[in-house]
């Protein structure tokens, strides 16, 4: 079970940091992924970690602003959301894949969060 939290209102500008908790049972993921819905919208990835090596990937409207990390002993991995715009806006949230191999953008995510909402406006 994945557990998000960390989403609040925020200005344009701002920083939050969400994070994605492994509860239970935690079997082994080959990566975690952040999504996000904004309204009216289809789900689109936003980043994602391969537990292996920290092997990384950001969605390009996202590079150089977001910041995927993990922290193994907690089973916990956070995304630093900086300099947010209000195309930002959405329900964010995690998604474990399970073993494969390739990079963790093209890996099949099966266990999901509930997601945590981000709204960025003035």
């Known amino acids: 079970q994945l557990v998000e939290s960390g989403g609040d209102l925020v200005h344009p500008g701002g920083s939050l940091r969400l994070s994605c908790a492994a509860s239970?049972?935690?079997?082994?993921?080959?990566?975690i992924g952040w999504f996000r819905q904004a309204p009216g919208k289809g789900t689109e990835g936003v980043s994602c970690i391969r537990t292996s090596d920290g092997d990384t990937w950001y969605q390009d409207s996202v590079k150089g602003r977001f910041t995927i990390s993990r922290d193994g002993a907690e089973n916990t991995v956070f995304l630093q959301m900086d300099s947010l715009k209000p195309e930002d806006t959405g329900v964010y949230s995690c998604?474990?894949?399970?073993?494969?191999?390739?990079?963790?953008?093209?890996?099949?995510?099966?266990?999901w969060g509930q997601g945590t909402q981000v709204t960025v406006s003035s």
């Open positions: 998604a474990a894949a399970g073993p494969g191999a390739g990079t963790c953008q093209v890996l099949p995510y099966s266990v």
């Open positions: 239970g049972f935690s079997p082994e993921y080959a990566a």
